[in-house]
């Protein structure tokens, strides 16, 4: 699948894909606890950086995990820092909220 010209710029600029089917949702890690997400939604780009030590952990990962530990032991720690910051921008993207 060919995405858009954007994406393949970010993709090239350090993101990598995290969910194509949605938006084309992709991540640069800025450091180890500062991510930057983007996914496309209705032709913009929405974007969210995220520092995971200026939000609520546990809020940020309850609709997928039960805690911590659950999302380190099914992901390994390497990745629990980018995985909570996920958690929280799809919590928050526009393309996740209900439309009535």
Known sequence: MRVPNHVEEDLVAG?????????????????????????????EVHEEEINIELIDVNEAISGYYNSIEELVKENGQVNANMLIAECHFENNCPMQMPTY
């Not at 890690?29 to 996914?39: G, I, P």
């Open 15 to 43: 993101f990598i894909m995290t969910d194509e089917n949605d938006g084309y949702q992709r991540c640069k890690k800025l450091s180890e606890t500062e991510f930057l997400y983007r996914c496309d939604v209705n032709d």
